[in-house]
């Protein structure tokens, strides 16, 4: 968990994703591990030749299987997917505690990441760390925040808009005076839960480097299985 900050009573309540990427290493690990140290048992009174051959052939096989599989899962998990599961209230109620999510890290090597992408990134203070946020601002915006508003001044639109943030909780909208404009490159998010989220009105605007990706499945809890959540 992140350290809380002082400025933000809150903040132990931010930490908002964590990656299951470590557990299953050190399972692979394990696994190999095991195998590469196995050890011939001598052959058992009554057990023949070939029965011990084929016994020592099918834990060879066991050995392909789990080294093929690694093969296979490492490059996807670090190209193309990867889950992450939800921890603190920062996205409430989009997203609570416990959910287990599949994170898409392919589209954004093709397309930029657009308002209202719910996405996982690096926290900008501590890398080593996740968050999970909506995409507010995007590059070279705006935002003005003033009561129960958010309007996004950008070229596109020097008069101003105000985005639909529909998805809120009535309860969850806090939104004190703020004005930022964002540079190349930069983003602004927020939590959908504005009273409790550690966001960019705190620690400033994302990069698009720290970007990972954007949610593409919620797969847990069963019952609100979709694609796209947040959208």
């Known amino acids: 968990m992140i350290e809380p900050n002082k400025n933000n009573p809150n903040a132990e309540d931010n930490l908002a994703i964590s990656s299951a990427r470590s557990n299953n290493t050190e399972k692979d690990a394990v696994i190999v591990e095991s195998h590469s140290k196995e050890k011939s048992s001598p052959t058992p009174p009554g057990m023949h030749g070939d029965q011990q051959e084929k016994s020592e052939n099918f834990g060879l096989e066991i050995l392909k299987i789990v080294v093929l599989a690694i093969i296979i899962v490492t490059p996807v998990r670090l190209f193309i997917a990867q889950p992450f599961i939800v921890e603190g209230a920062s996205m409430d109620y989009t997203f609570a505690s ?107 605007t994302l990069d698009r480097d720290s970007i990972t990706g954007r949610v593409f499945i919620r797969l847990f809890p069963i019952t609100k299985l979709n694609l796209f959540p947040g959208k």
């Open 98 to 204: 416990g959910e287990y999510l599949i994170v898409d890290q392919l589209s954004y090597r093709f397309t930029e990441p657009e308002r209202n992408d719910v996405i996982v990134f690096r926290f900008p203070l501590e890398p080593s760390k996740f968050f999970i946020k909506r995409i507010i601002g995007l590059p070279n915006d705006k935002i003005v925040m003033q009561g129960n508003t958010t309007t996004i001044i950008n070229e596109e639109n020097p008069e101003g808009f105000i985005i639909d943030e529909s998805y809120l909780s009535p309860e969850n909208v806090e939104h004190s005076p703020f004005t930022i404009t964002l540079e190349d490159d930069e983003y602004f998010v927020l939590g959908d839960n504005r009273r409790k989220s550690y966001d960019s009105r705190a620690w400033g």
